[in-house]
């Protein structure tokens, strides 16, 4: 075979089965490869003790690397949730957000989370902007949720994953947008990214709960193939159920469609983010491609399976798209879904403070009054309940921030 560099994490059984043939093995050495990467979650070759020494010294003579992405600082909110910085190996990074029992909206382990949250006690209190803190409460979270974890803190949690570093969407409430896109993330590396964080919680997928949503940096339907590739991994491989998933767009409308036919796939959120076109369009520019009628077509296409809900997210922003008329546009919005009207839910979300995003944060009266509409129009809506502010690891918050708070590594 050649010997040019292949990278192995994020290769399929077929590809692992094509390599190890090209090496002259057996094909059950690429069922021990595949399991050792996904499921084992190795992070070199080195641990691959299933293989004899002399194969694994065979495989790096032929350029065969492993190389996990690495976690480069992690943030800990007064919360318990952790902003990871993530490094791949040409020195890119991404971030990736643990949320110890998760957000109220994720709403992708099955059980709908965020009608658990209506009224409970993830509901948003008050929404104003935390500073950052590196005291002694930090300090106590910290040593509670990092490291080997003697005492696991958390019954379930979700991690929030980057598809892209950076994002050219440029959404205007979004300090992700200000990176610009940089790069997509190969289907590895967003697996990699997960793997190495269910490591630092030495996770037992087989007994503990955690849902993925791809809603951290980057537009996952503008790196579609790497995503849906990811997705399949981390079912066939990792061993994550898809029902546990979640995947937002902006609304890249034709990967909309997509989605709906891929027999393996997460649920779907589209970020609606404005009631009426002219909004939107001000607030994200791809509308004007794909405008709210063709957002609501597709959705009313999308194929749901038994008791999937169909979910919209809406930030709301202080004066600008959280008025009474608004909330009464997008009950029109949920209605012209017709059938899958009954299906749809809308997660409201306070908006979270950034540096040089102009906006302010509504307060709690403006949310609840937004919510009320909704709610008494017939239409589920849930507040989700903002998870490490302090640490700028929130919805629409990533871009590397790394002055708000010490970093633990
Ligand atoms: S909200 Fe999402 S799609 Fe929009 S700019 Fe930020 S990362 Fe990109």
Not at 288 to 311: G, H, M, Q, Y
Request: hydrophobic content about 40%.
């Amino acid at each position: 075979m050649e010997t040019s560099a292949t990278e192995i994490l994020g290769l399929n059984i077929q590809e692992l089965t094509d390599l190890i043939g090209q090496l002259g093995e057996p094909a059950y050495r690429a069922q021990q490869l595949f399991h050792a990467i996904y499921r084992q979650r190795i992070s070199s070759l080195d641990e691959l003790t299933t293989f004899p020494k002399s194969l694994r010294a065979a495989m790096t003579e032929q350029g065969i690397t492993l190389s996990a992405p690495k976690i480069d600082k992690k943030f800990i909110s007064t919360d318990g949730t952790i902003r990871y910085l993530i490094a791949f190996p040409d020195g890119q990074s991404v971030e990736t957000v643990w949320m110890p029992e998760g957000d109220g909206g994720e709403a992708g382990d099955g059980t709908d989370a965020g009608d658990e949250e209506a009224g409970g006690p993830g509901e948003v209190g008050a929404p104003s902007v935390a500073q950052p803190q590196v005291g002694s409460q930090n300090k106590n979270v910290a040593q509670q949720q990092v490291g080997n974890e003697k005492r696991k803190t958390w019954s379930r949690a979700t991690i929030c994953v980057s598809s892209q570093v950076g994002c050219a969407v440029n959404c205007k409430f979004c300090m992700t947008a200000l990176l610009g896109l940089k790069r997509n993330l190969t289907a590895g590396e967003i697996v990699g990214q997960i793997a190495a964080i269910l490591n630092d919680h030495n996770v037992d997928l087989e007994k503990e709960r955690i849902n993925i949503v791809f809603m951290g940096q980057g537009e996952p339907f503008n790196n579609y193939d790497a995503f849906i590739k990811a997705v399949r991994l981390l079912v066939d491989g990792v061993g994550f159920p898809q029902s546990r998933m979640t995947v937002s767009t902006s609304g890249i409308v034709p990967r909309i469609y997509d989605l709906g036919q891929e027999p393996v796939r997460p649920k779907l959120a589209i970020s609606l983010n404005a009631s009426n076109d002219e909004e939107r369009t001000k607030l994200i520019p791809i509308n004007k491609k794909w405008d709210i009628a063709s957002l609501v077509d597709a959705a009313r296409a999308f194929p749901l399976r038994n008791r999937e809900r169909l979910t919209f997210e809406y930030v709301l922003l202080d004066n600008e798209n959280d008025s009474p008329d608004n909330a009464r546009e997008v009950v029109q919005i949920i209605r012209a879904l017709g059938d899958k009207a009954d299906s749809a839910k809308v997660n409201l979300i306070a908006w979270n403070s950034g540096p040089e995003i102009p906006f302010s944060t509504p307060s709690d009266s403006r949310v609840h009054a937004f919510q009320k509409i909704l709610m008494d129009a017939g239409v589920p809506a849930f507040i989700r309940r903002p998870r490490g502010r302090d640490i700028y690891a929130a919805c629409g918050q990533l871009k590397r921030t790394e002055s708000v708070t010490r970093s633990l590594l």
